[in-house]
């Protein structure tokens, strides 16, 4: 079993580090309610009005007074049709309305009898259903009450959160603003796709898994390219981007070997807070800030690994609870599921590990058959990460703890 440098920083800790230099970028934007899927609310959203406005009926049928059936089989004259945006006279004395879902519920009502227990004759109706006073009706206000908190500040704006904020007139909404992102690559030995394939080379898969990502998480993201292995290079790249953005965001070249320049290049152009994490894939993960030419202001900066696995396991650890972070977000970890192992796991590590898995037909935890970081389709394989303490192995049947996609790529 390997031993784990002493250096090496534990993830909680590591991330407490980002978390803490995340303050809340500003001020907030006001944008239409229709554009602002997936952005960050920056202040609560009460609402100005009852949902509903008014009574109205459930159901297809007959907007009856209660008082006047006291027996299946009574019979009552049908006054008037109302259908739902329009508004029906008062309802008298042995008068039922014919009404439509949705339709304001008459003066005089308080009961609506579905059509399936009416059988209507000309202008009357024979109500085959006694009904209670309020059957059918959805009261005024009884999903939002006038005033209420219908979405609260610091929310990720899901399609269900648009539709609510609609629901009670919301036309604009006040959100954090978008995260200004520089994406840099470092290698050599990286291609771009539809470029031939050189000997000694790879294609440079990591740009447009990080590109992504970004913007999944609401991003403005800058695509600044591949920067040569050159140290003068790397620190002239990093120098421009931190001006204008918000995050620095590199990959590969955080290692400790003569070709990474990106740990000396953020040390000479500003500060470096945390590097290396004791953490499988993922231990070469840094994290500081970058001086910019004017205003004593700096642009934070994280280094991520080359490997693509090791790269996308520490942005869905690190960088999106930052990201989510700086935009104010109240929620920014995942669940966790404590699921069966479908997989036996021998080879525990001195590290935390992340495993990439899936659940199978019978809800356990399916472990890819190959963990090499270098391995990306085991990232499109699988559907979450199996959360893994140190020196721990697992049989199949043991609990694991399971963190699904469905939150961390959302």
């Not at 007074?65 to 299946?72: F, I, V, Y």
């Not at 059957?135 to 005033?147: F, M």
């Amino acid at each position: 079993m390997n031993s784990k440098p002493s250096d090496l920083i534990e993830m909680e800790a590591a991330l407490q580090i980002l978390l803490q230099a995340a303050r809340p970028l500003g001020p907030a934007e006001q944008i239409p309610t229709i554009q602002a899927l997936g952005r960050v609310l920056a202040a609560d959203v009460r609402s100005p009005i009852d949902v509903p406005p008014a009574a109205n009926t459930q159901m297809d049928g007959y907007a009856v007074r209660s008082a006047d059936l006291g027996q299946p089989g009574t019979r009552l004259r049908v006054t008037q049709r109302i259908a739902a945006g329009h508004v029906g006279q008062a309802l008298g004395a042995g008068e039922a309305a014919r009404i439509f879902t949705g339709a304001l519920i008459p003066e005089g009502a308080d009961a609506v009898v579905m059509q399936e227990q009416c059988v209507a004759q000309a202008d009357t109706v024979i109500v085959q259903h006694v009904p209670k006073a309020g059957e059918w009706v959805r009261p005024l206000g009884c999903d939002v009450q006038a005033g209420s908190v219908v979405l609260r500040a610091g929310h990720r704006l899901r399609p269900q959160d648009l539709g609510q904020a609609a629901s009670v007139g919301i036309a604009t909404l006040a959100v954090a603003p978008r995260p200004r992102v520089a994406l840099l690559s470092t290698g050599d030995e990286l291609t771009q796709p539809g470029a031939p394939l050189r000997l000694g080379a790879i294609y440079n898969s990591n740009r447009f898994l990080l590109a992504g990502l970004l913007q999944g998480l609401g991003c403005a993201v800058t695509d600044l390219g591949q920067v040569p292995d050159r140290l003068d290079a790397t620190q002239d790249a990093m120098r421009q981007a931190a001006e204008a953005h918000d995050l620095v965001l590199t990959s590969g070249g955080v290692s400790v070997g003569g070709e990474d320049h990106v740990k000396p290049a953020v040390q000479s152009l500003g500060r470096l807070a945390l590097w290396q994490i004791a953490m499988k894939p993922g231990k070469p993960l840094a994290f500081g800030s970058l001086r910019r030419a004017a205003g004593g202001t700096t642009a934070h900066f994280i280094g991520l690994p080359g490997n693509p696995v090791s790269s996308f396991v520490t942005f869905l650890m690190f960088v999106r609870p930052f990201l989510l972070a700086l935009q104010g977000a109240n929620t920014c970890g995942p669940r966790v599921l404590r699921l069966p192992s479908a997989s036996d796991w021998l080879k525990a590590d001195t590290r935390r590990e992340f495993l990439r898995a899936r659940l199978d037909a019978d809800g356990r935890v399916e472990l890819f058959p190959n963990q090499n970081s270098a391995v990306l389709t085991s990232t499109v394989w699988s559907d979450g990460l199996v959360d893994n303490a140190p020196d721990k192995t697992f049989k199949a049947g043991d609990l694991v703890n399971f963190l699904p996609y469905s939150d961390l790529l959302n």
